[in-house]
């Protein structure tokens, strides 16, 4: 029997970013499983390297995407579950990893019961919740006594070359935000992540920075890997 509960929770009828990036990130996900999250491996390993995950310890993965993560987690001999906005994206987890719990909703009204688990991770997911200060809250919410979030994100622009290059060319291309929605929060600054991990009532251990390369074989493979997270459509060819 798995010893992955379910709560039903009462929750205010409050929209929160799971429909809008469920679309934006799941309308390709064929492409996002079999091309962006493989050359996200690196990532993923020193990730959970840097979570310190064990055999049989039980993870979860807040936006977990088509997997990627969670089947490393799998192998080193972790009982896994999930959660994303897209449904597109959680069927394909489901098909890769049978009988793990992967849920479709939101990072800020988690569907597990409290103190569920020894370790929740999330991948660059967490900048993307309409609360963070919320989602972070329902993380901790799930994690047991001395359990451990790990909370990754993209590096300082000045670091990072995705940020630097790729994603700003990306991010002209992604849906305007609501009305009124304050601008992301610069999480890759020094200390910023330890300041929201206070405010959801958590106390921060450790931070660390690791580099690792995304490699796609070509040019077509890589504008492909790009527009699996977004809803244009898929003209990739090159002049």
């Known amino acids: 029997m798995s010893a992955i509960s379910t709560i039903r929770r009462r929750v205010d009828p409050v929209k929160g970013s799971a429909a809008i990036q469920g679309e934006l990130w799941g309308v390709w996900a064929r492409d996002w499983a079999e091309l962006n ?3 996200w491996r690196p990532v993923f390993e020193a990730a959970l390297d840097v979570a310190e995950l064990t055999s049989g310890k039980l993870l979860l993965d807040i936006g977990c995407g088509a997997g990627g993560a969670l089947v490393i987690a799998r192998r080193r001999g972790a009982e896994v579950a999930g959660l994303d906005a897209s449904a597109n994206l959680a069927a394909i987890a ?3 990893l049978p009988g793990a719990r992967i849920e479709v909703g939101e990072t800020e009204h988690l569907q597990f019961a409290d103190e569920t688990f020894d370790i929740v991770i999330s991948t ?3 900048p993307f919740a309409s609360d963070l200060v919320n989602a972070l809250s329902e993380a901790k919410r799930v994690l047991r006594r001395n359990g451990t979030l790990m909370m990754l994100v993209w590096g300082r622009r000045e670091d990072c070359e995705l940020v630097s290059g790729t994603a ?3 991010f002209p291309l992604l ?3 609501e009305p009124g929605t304050p601008p992301p929060l610069p999480l890759a600054e020094p200390n910023a992540i330890d300041e929201v991990m206070r405010q959801a009532g958590l106390e921060p251990t450790d931070a660390s920075e690791f580099s690792a390369a995304l490699a796609v074989p070509d040019a077509q493979t890589a504008v492909r890997v790009v527009l699996s997270a977004s809803a244009r459509p898929p003209d990739f060819s090159l002049a």
Request: no cysteine.
């Open 94 to 96: 489901r098909k890769r």
């Open 37 to 39: 999250e493989p050359a």
């Open 168 to 170: 700003s060319a990306v």
């Open 124 to 126: 660059n997911s967490f």
């Open 175 to 177: 849906p305007p935000g």
